[in-house]
């Protein structure tokens, strides 16, 4: 199955051997800029995929692996290898998430698999990268939430640490192993040569921690306490999510400008001046004031009325939102960003596009995930050349 657009990454071929979300969100990326991508799974399918049986868990695969081509295939048999070996003198790039060392056990590490095509771009994904004293930790999203730090600081002053709710670490992995291999191509086209580019949960995390290790430098090396909806930095006010009639509505005002557009909004017009909040310093020293005066207007207010009132006074601000109403958000649906798909497999359900966008290519239409090993067949006899008696055998075989 051929992409459907002629997008930035036309004419790359990728082996994907992803698995729950690192990997392939870093693949559903490229499949949305134009590559062909190629997923292999065990004969089973991949983990994600089986969770599909609980729950609502359809939808992370279905989200994750649009656009894409399926396969399966046995790598722990020499056949399986044999086929892998086939792909990747085709293909340009390569990526896998498994554990430490699972690929070089397997005869099909960076090494090897360079030796078969020296132009390959191999890309690691991992939660604590192939080397140092953690390379061989097992890790899933909370853990690298745990680890990195940043369950530490999300919550409150008063409660335990709270994993953020989204699976950060693993996008974010993610997002970055795609500029990674992206990269690599870059620099093939001058050198021809491949190389092996790896990418840590942890390290790309850390840099999300901005704020709060400007607090904890400030504070010459003090662990701050949780700061809830509050600035991870300490360093704004207003910023806070403050209660409406019906929910919560977020609300920042980063300068001087925006805290009087908000005072005159909220006719609050005779603290415009005011010395005890005139600056920004002043007003993060007196946060809980600034919170109460911002409260005593949203309070009696549906958050849609105050965030039209605000918005219209181009104060930042925004409804706190639940999953039900993004879903059917206008300016998702409108950008088509999201659509809402019939899928083959799972039904109705709300399916992404790439946040990435290309001037002058238009926006992929959505190819919808496929069962396994819907696409043995072309890949296996179109691609690699195998006739229907050595497709037959491999089925036999067990080996896809």
Known sequence: ??????????????????????????TFLMAMAGARVIKVEPR????????????????PFAMLNSNKE???????????????REMVAKADVLIENFSQGAMERLGLGYDALKQVNPG???????????????????AMDIAVQAMSGLMSINGFEDRPPVKVGPAVADFLGGVHLYA?????????????????????????????????????YANKGQVSARTGNRHGGMAESPYNAYPSSDGYIAIVASNDAQWNRLLTVIGRTELVGDERYATLGARVQRMDEVDAIVSAFT????????????????????????IGEVVNDEQMLGRKALEWVEHPLYGRMPLPRSSLRFSDTPMPAIEPSGEVGRDNASVFGEWLGLGPEALAELVREQII
């Open 70 to 84: 399926f396969i399966t295939l046995d790598l722990k048999t020499a056949r399986g290898k044999e086929l892998i």
């Open 44 to 59: 089973g399918g991949e983990n994600l995929r089986r969770r599909a049986k609980v729950g609502g868990a359809a939808v």
């Open 299 to 322: 309070a009696p207010r549906t958050k849609n009325d105050a965030f039209q009132q605000l918005v219209t006074a181009n104060v930042t601000c925004a409804p706190v939102r639940d």
């Open 180 to 216: 990674a291999v992206v990269t690599a191509l870059y620099e093939r086209r001058a050198t021809g040569e491949g190389r092996l580019v790896e990418v840590s949960m942890m390290e790309s995390v850390y840099p999300s921690l901005a704020s709060n290790l400007g607090l904890y």
């Open 120 to 138: 390959l771009i191999y890309a690691s994904g991992s939660g604590y990268g192939r080397s140092g004293p953690m390379k061989n930790y097992p």
């Open 1 to 26: 199955m051929a992409n459907n657009i002629h997008g930035p990454l036309t004419g790359v071929t990728v082996v994907d051997l992803g698995q729950i979300y690192n990997g392939p969100y870093c």
